[in-house]
Structure formats: structure tokens, C-alpha cells
């Protein structure tokens, strides 16, 4: 036996032990790649890494199994989830694309994922990258582009074990770090496989070792299986792997039979579970036959005892070798390719934004590309691209760049492709205009592709201009026509299928559009119109699988100081944090917990407010979660701690003293960023000085309110430049220093100016303000001078029933909470 030849197995082990070594002392490059074919060890690898880091107290290791990572055979992390990574994420793998998409960093995320579990130094194993979900694939991105802020703050080592069949995901690993080390394992030999025979301690013959090379390749999965036909049938049954795969499915049907399972129904449920494209459950395929969940899940134990199939410790099923399933796949679209059309109805009533597998079930169908494939094609590289998805986008331009396509599909392809290297690029606004006006005038897409092309352009233009030309605003008004109405491919080239609406495309336009349309334009009324569209898309069943849908709805639950009364907002918090809560999206959960201590605020409710923010505090000190901007909790808690004050205090001189208390605190917030927390902060201190009548002080925090957001006046109504919100407050401020020093005149002409200025965000409350407008003008026609304790608490009369909302919405020198607005 040749020693060289021997080593291909012995080396894997080998291999195995050396990686562990350098594990345990901490030298190990900080991701290493392995490549091979299906059946040359890299699982053996894997296995044999973690069974001797088993122990290990130093490093913990994790496998992924399906979408969750767990340690030692035991459960690690529920769901990557964050609609978590979405929704944001999220790119638009509704899952992580969706939460990911918001303003939180990328790394902030990730430390919250990860923080629990780095007490020790990790080994995070990935199988075969190339077939495993959106989500963990981009999960182990962004594990590999920040792992060295996460050592920095942890002080531990983080690496990653990642195998695959490909070499594409090497190069988004390159692209990430350097510290990466490539293992490409040498193919198994015939010798291999006599030597692998050999372990098993039964005797084979020359001419079978020959004609399991021969059938196998050097794939030990085959190989096994080709092994136990041997010793059941002999020789005589085997020509091809295609024929053993024939026998096994019949020796399958007959022990259906058995089970009073038809061979009909037997071979159904084995064929449509060669197609699936990763791992699968019971379920997933009785929704694709549509059969009874027990005859699917005897069948496929059959299949199973038949080691035909194998099942994880999820019970997801996969085949035990990439050859059969190859092999059987092909007998299925000999004899049943109608099951194409039952995938892409799964993938389309289920998961719709899986645009690469519908895409790709649909073009198989036809044998060749079409209108309604080409576009789903178009959308799963729009989403590949946000999300850096490299192996995504090489399986799309293996399929696009075939000789066989028709060439008007490679052209729009390309011009595609030049198109998001431009967003995505270093390119000039007048660059990205031009392509965009160019691929939208000359080529005629799909209205869901035309949708996506806009959106991503309004992205572009919302994150990079100010959008001070009439054309930007033009483009917001086309996605808000986009999510307006149904958004539907064209299927009269197949008729097999129904034409379906594109509500996830909808509801991530939405939820990407819905920040400008509050936050910049402060425009409440197209907000609430969104919101409600939002809501009635969320309970159509196409939005449900991924969960985008119902992650929206509680991200604007979690908003319910928008849409609904103060009074009334509390079961939209509960809603949004029972929801946040059962799918541990921590950050989330807290930041809803922080919007409802804002709320509480409005409502005297100050005691519960501040166990709100002491709750969200403790909690994810616990859980070792970073809050994001969390000054805003701050705020909140020191705004309710003075509001809680000044309520038991029974003399103004008390109330002051809790004021200057507050300005200290709030003064502690203050950093050089430039951001709404920052504004809220200093507007927040400048009532505050007014109210310890110290009128120095409050000019000079104007005016480095002012010098930060880029204004000459921040109180002057007129400039439409400057947020209502901030224009009113400080037209109130300016308000009570012309009455305070008896300006008289001004002072009711500053009055007159507020009569119809109401904050888009405050409308619902409209009756306060022209009750507060009717008070100042007694107060400016009889002369009457004013204590800041007075124009707080006794500028309007109020009636009992009215003590609730009319405490907060009644001060003179108004306070903020601060909500999470600009979080989508």
C-alpha cells in the first residue's frame, strides 16, 4: 500500500489534531477555509475538531445545524434571527436583511449576538457555506469583517472553521480579512477507498473495490452506500449508481406498502425531495405533495432506514450523498417536472423573498429563461448585492451567463450589474442620476424590478443628498405609489401559475422609505397612510414565513406614539414587546421599552417611565447588550425624574432646585455628534434654564444648538429648512422672553405667528395648542408678568379629567422625551 496514497485519509485526522492544537493556543489563523468535494472529509474534519474540543474549557465551539448554531450537541443561539441581521434587515433576506438595515452598526449588532458567549475564546464551525441559508451565511460575514473590534472589546480569540464545495466564499473572506488560511484537501484515491473498506472489517473483493471506485469517484458518502448494496445484493446488481438508485427506491415503495403507504405516494414523496436545493424537513416536503404529515414522515424514515436520506439533530433531512440526489433528481424530471411548479408555489405563498428559488424552480420549468424567471432573478441579485452575498450572485451568473440565454437577458443582466457597481461604488451623484435615468428609460423591466430599481435609487439620494431637488422628491413619490399598489410579474408566459402581488417588496419599501417621510419631511399624514398599508400587508399570507410582516408591524407598534393618543398606545407596546421578546430581538425589545417610557412621560405616568429605562438599563447590562444611542434612555429618565420632582414639590423655589439637578445630568450627554438625540438634549436644557430664569445660560446653549444643526435662528417659524418640531419649541422659548421682558408688541406678534403653526407629530393633540395660544394672548393683552413655575403649570385652566394629558401638552416651556423615530 502506497504510505502517499494511505495519507489522504490519515491526514485528515492528522489535520484535525493539528487544528486543535493551535485552537487551544490561541496561534490559529483567525479563519481557516476548506475546500473539497462532496464526501472528501471536511465534515470528518469537523467532527473530529469538535469531539476533541468537547472538553476544552479554554475555546467553545459551535456548529451550525439549519439556521442556529449549538455547542457540543446542545442548543447555542435561538434563531439568527434579528429580523434580526433582515430586517433590516435588513438587503432583503427578510430574516437578518431587514434589522440590519437600520441605523444600528453592523458591529453593534454582531457584539450583541455574540456577547454571552464570549467568556472564552470561540470556534465557530460553518458546513459547505455554499448551501446553507441567507442568514448564517451572512451571519458568518459579519462575524469575519468585524472580528477584530470584537477581540479588542472582549479580549478573546474568535475563529471560524468553514468548509465548502466551492471556492467563492474564499474571496468575500479575502476581501474581509488577511488572516485567513486556505486547505484544499486532495481527493480520495481507489486506494483510500480499499483502505476505507478495510476499517470496516469486511472483506471486499478486488473486482467490487474496482467497480465502487469506478461508481463513487472517491465520495465516501457514496461510497457507503454503495458498500451495504454490495453486501446485501452482490455484484449482479450493480452497473450503474443510476441503477442502485433505482433499486433502493423500489425496495423504498415496497416498504411503504408495508405501511399501508402507496408506491405512488412513496416515490411522490422521495422524487420532490431530490429537488429541494438545502436540507429539509417533513413538513417542507408535505406541503410540496400535499399528503398527510405521517405518510411524509414514515416515508421518509423508510428512506432513511434505506440510507437513502439522513437527518440532522433539528430533524432536517438531506441525502446521503450529492450524487444520488443528483441521480434521482434526474428521474424526477423525467417523469414528474410539474413538482417545479409545487416548489415555486411553496417558496411564493411562503417564503416570497426568496427570489433565487422561486427564480430558479420557475426557469427550470420552462427549460429555458422567460420574463418571470429573469425577474425574480434580478430581485435575488438586488438582494445578494446588499448583502455582499458573493456565492449568490455567482450561482445567478452561472445560470444568466449560459451560451444558451438569450442575449436581450444577458444585456439588462449587465446593465444591472454596472448599475449597483455604481451605487454601491465610489460614484458622484450626477454619475448615479444619469445610469439611473438611462436603465429606466431604455429598457423595459418588470414593474416589481422597476420598483426596486427606484427604491435603491431613492436609498442612494436619501442617504447622500438633502433632497433639495424637485426630481428626489419625485422618486419618494413613485415608492410611495410603488407600495400603494399591487406590484405583480407578468405570468401570462406560463400559465401554470397564478399572478401574485409582491407584498414583501412592498413592505420593505415601506419600512426603507418610512424614516424619510417622518423624520425629514415630517410628513404625519403620509406616515399614518404608510403605516396602515403596512398593517394590511403584513396579514397577507405571503409576508408571514420570514416574518416581515409581523416584525414591521411591531417596529411600528413600538411607534405607537405616532399613530395613536398617549392614553391609548400602551397595547401597542405590549404587542411589540411580548413579539421582540418570544424571538429574543433584544435590541428591539429594549428600545420599545424606551419609546414607552417617552409615552409615559406624556401621561404624568413618571414613576413607570423611570422603571422603564431602569428596566431596559439593568436588563441588558445582564445580558451584556449595547443600546443604541442609549442617551435617549438617559434623557427619558432624567426628564421624568425632574418631572416626578417638581409634581411632590409644594414651592417653585423647590422645583428650581430639581432643574439645575436636571441641566447637570443632561449636560453630561452631550458629545461632539451631530444627531437628533443631540438636538433633544440641548433643547431640553435650554427650557430648563429658562425655567432657573438664567437667560445667559440659555443663550449660549441656543446658540450651540444652532451652530449644530446649521441654522442662523433655530426659532424662526419661516424656515422651512429647520424641523417644525424645533421651530416650535424655540418659537415658545422666545415667546415667554419677550413677555418676561414686557415686549409686548413682539410678543403678539410672535403669538399671531403660532396660530397656525401646529408639529406634524403633534396634531392629535391640536385642541392644547390653541387653548395655550388663547392663554398667552390674555396674557399679553393684560400686561400680566409671569413666573417660568406659572407659564409651566398655570397657563391654562384645566378641568379634572383633563389633568393626564393637559400636564405635559400645557407647559409653556415645553420638555422632549426622546423616541425612537429614526429607527425603522
Not at 406634524?760 to 385642541?767: D, P, S, T, Y
Request: charge should be negative; charged fraction near 25%.
Amino acid at each position: 500500500m502506497s504510505t502517499d496514497i494511505k495519507n489522504n485519509l490519515e491526514d485528515r485526522k492528522n489535520m484535525a489534531d493539528e487544528l486543535v492544537t493551535q485552537y487551544i493556543k490561541k496561534d490559529a489563523p483567525s479563519v481557516i477555509f476548506i475546500q473539497a468535494g462532496y464526501g472528501q472529509g471536511k465534515s470528518y474534519i469537523i467532527e473530529c475538531v469538535l469531539n476533541k474540543l468537547k472538553d476544552e474549557k479554554s475555546i467553545k465551539a459551535y456548529r451550525n445545524v439549519d439556521n442556529e448554531f449549538i455547542p457540543e450537541f446542545r442548543s447555542f443561539v435561538s434563531k439568527i434571527n434579528s429580523l434580526s441581521i433582515s430586517g433590516g434587515a435588513l438587503g432583503f433576506s427578510i430574516g437578518l436583511g431587514l434589522g440590519w438595515n437600520n441605523n444600528n452598526s453592523n458591529y453593534m449588532k454582531i457584539r450583541n449576538l455574540l456577547s454571552t458567549k464570549l467568556k472564552s475564546n470561540i470556534l465557530i464551525c460553518v458546513e459547505n457555506i455554499s448551501d446553507v441559508s441567507d442568514e448564517v451565511r451572512l451571519f458568518t460575514t459579519s462575524i469575519i469583517k468585524n472580528i477584530p473590534a470584537l477581540e479588542k472589546e472582549f479580549h478573546k480569540r474568535i475563529f471560524l472553521l468553514i468548509t465548502d464545495t466551492q471556492e467563492s466564499y474564499q474571496e468575500t473572506v479575502y476581501k474581509c480579512t488577511n488572516l485567513c488560511k486556505k486547505i484544499e484537501l486532495s481527493t480520495y484515491t481507489k486506494q483510500d477507498i480499499k483502505t476505507f473498506l478495510e476499517m470496516k472489517k469486511s472483506e471486499v473483493s478486488e473486482e467490487n473495490i474496482e467497480l465502487i471506485w469506478t461508481l463513487s469517484q472517491g465520495n465516501l458518502d457514496t461510497v457507503d452506500f454503495l458498500f451495504e448494496e454490495i453486501l446485501i445484493n452482490e455484484q449482479d446488481y450493480i452497473s450503474t449508481l443510476k441503477d442502485v438508485v433505482e433499486r433502493r427506491i423500489s425496495i423504498i415503495k415496497s416498504q411503504g406498502e408495508k405501511c399501508e403507504i402507496s408506491g405512488k405516494k412513496m416515490e411522490e414523496i422521495v422524487f420532490s425531495a431530490s429537488l429541494a436545493l438545502k436540507k429539509f424537513s417533513a413538513q417542507f416536503i408535505k406541503d410540496i405533495v400535499n399528503e398527510k404529515i405521517i405518510d411524509v414522515e414514515t416515508g421518509l424514515n423508510i428512506a432513511r432506514q434505506e440510507s437513502l436520506v439522513k437527518k440532522d439533530l433539528k430533524n432536517y433531512y438531506d441525502f446521503i450523498s450529492a450524487d444520488i440526489q443528483k441521480y434521482i433528481a434526474e428521474i424526477t424530471l423525467e417523469k414528474h417536472e410539474s413538482l417545479l411548479i409545487s416548489y415555486y408555489n411553496f417558496y411564493t405563498q411562503n417564503e416570497q423573498d426568496e427570489y433565487y428559488l422561486r427564480a430558479y424552480y420557475i426557469y427550470r420549468y420552462c427549460g429555458q429563461m422567460c420574463s418571470h424567471a429573469f425577474s425574480l432573478f434580478i430581485l435575488a441579485y438586488s438582494s445578494a448585492r446588499q448583502l455582499a452575498d458573493d456565492i449568490k450572485i455567482e450561482k445567478i451568473e452561472n445560470i444568466i451567463k449560459q451560451s444558451q440565454i438569450d442575449k436581450n437577458y444577458k444585456e439588462m443582466y449587465e446593465v444591472i450589474c454596472d448599475y449597483y457597481d455604481i451605487l454601491f461604488g465610489q460614484s458622484s451623484i450626477a454619475e448615479v442620476e444619469q445610469v439611473y435615468r438611462n436603465i429606466v428609460q431604455k429598457y423595459s423591466w418588470e414593474l416589481p424590478v422597476k420598483a426596486e430599481i427606484t427604491y435603491e435609487y431613492f436609498s442612494y439620494i436619501y442617504k447622500n443628498t438633502d433632497l433639495n431637488k424637485a426630481t428626489y422628491r419625485n422618486t419618494l413619490d413613485e415608492c410611495i405609489n410603488y407600495v400603494m399598489n399591487a406590484l405583480i410579474i407578468d405570468t401570462q408566459d406560463i400559465t401554470t401559475i397564478k399572478p401574485v402581488d409582491e407584498t414583501i417588496l412592498r413592505l420593505k419599501i415601506i419600512y426603507g422609505i418610512s424614516p424619510c417621510v417622518l423624520d425629514l419631511l415630517n410628513d404625519y399624514d403620509c406616515f399614518n397612510r404608510l403605516y396602515h398599508k403596512s398593517q394590511e400587508l403584513s396579514y397577507n399570507g405571503n409576508a408571514k414565513k420570514h416574518g416581515i410582516g409581523e416584525y414591521i408591524e411591531n417596529v411600528f407598534n413600538r411607534k405607537a406614539f405616532l399613530f395613536a393618543n398617549p392614553a391609548a398606545c400602551s397595547i401597542y407596546y405590549e404587542k411589540a414587546k411580548k413579539y421582540f421578546e418570544n424571538n429574543e430581538i433584544w435590541i428591539e425589545y429594549y428600545i420599545t421599552l424606551v419609546c414607552q417610557a417617552g409615552t409615559d412621560i406624556v401621561i404624568q405616568e413618571f414613576g413607570e417611565s423611570i422603571d422603564l429605562c431602569n428596566q431596559a438599563e439593568l436588563e441588558a447590562k445582564e445580558k451584556n447588550i449595547e443600546i443604541p444611542q442609549i442617551e435617549k434612555l438617559y434623557n427619558n429618565r432624567i426628564i421624568a425624574e425632574f418631572l416626578l420632582n417638581e409634581q411632590r414639590v409644594k414651592t417653585p423655589h423647590k422645583a428650581i432646585t430639581f432643574a439645575r439637578t436636571a441641566i447637570r445630568e443632561l449636560k453630561k450627554l452631550i458629545n461632539k455628534e451631530k444627531n437628533t438625540t443631540q438636538l433633544v438634549v440641548y433643547t431640553n436644557i435650554c427650557s430648563l434654564y429658562l425655567y432657573t430664569e438664567n437667560d445667559k445660560q440659555y443663550t449660549i446653549y441656543k446658540k450651540r444648538l444652532e451652530k449644530l444643526y446649521g441654522c442662523k435662528d433655530i426659532s424662526d417659524i419661516t424656515d422651512q429648512n429647520i424641523d417644525d418640531f424645533y421651530r416650535y419649541y424655540f418659537s415658545w422659548f422666545e415667546l415667554y422672553r419677550k413677555i418676561v421682558c414686557e415686549n409686548w408688541e413682539d410678543a403678539l406678534q410672535q403669538i399671531e405667528q403660532l396660530d397656525n403653526f401646529v408639529p406634524a407629530l403633534f396634531r392629535k393633540q391640536e385642541v392644547f395648542w390653541l387653548k395655550k395660544n388663547d392663554a398667552v394672548k390674555a396674557i399679553i393683552a393684560s400686561r400680566k408678568k409671569v413666573s417660568p413655575y406659572d407659564f409651566c403649570h398655570n397657563l391654562v385652566e384645566t378641568r379634572r379629567n383633563e389633568q393626564s394629558l393637559s400636564k405635559f401638552f400645557y407647559r409653556g416651556l415645553m420638555l422632549s422625551d426622546l423616541q425612537y423615530t429614526s429607527y425603522v
